[in-house]
């Protein structure tokens, strides 16, 4: 953006546009840096995860996982036959880590 400008002889009216423009492109800029899409969907907040969506949020393979089930370290919920890690036992988990 940054540019050196020559300005021989320019009306009021030229001079205006051109700053006019430039005032436009840098709030063009700005708004692309500041608005997320508008086709963007918001992360879904959920009460329970998988155990894959809980190896991807703690950033660990399924094994670790479940030796952490082992030493009960992080207890999942048997939900309807299912294996789900509740958020709040993944929160103080890592309230716990930190």
Same mark, same amino acid.
């Given at each position: 953006m940054a540019q050196t400008v020559t300005m021989l002889h320019l009306t009021k009216e030229e001079l205006r546009a051109e700053v006019r423009a430039e005032i436009?492109? +840098?709030i063009n800029v700005l708004e692309r840096r500041?608005?997320?899409p508008? !086709?963007?969907s918001k992360p879904e907040i959920k009460l329970f995860?998988?155990?894959a969506e809980t190896?991807? +949020? +703690? !950033?660990v393979s399924l094994s670790t996982l479940q030796n952490w089930k082992t030493q009960h370290i992080l207890v999942p919920n048997k939900?309807?036959?299912r294996v789900l890690y509740s958020k709040q036992?993944?929160?103080d988990f890592l309230r716990m880590s930190a």
């Open positions: 436009y492109d +840098l500041q608005c997320p508008c !086709n963007e995860y998988t155990r190896c991807k +949020l +703690l !950033n939900i309807k036959g036992s993944i929160d």
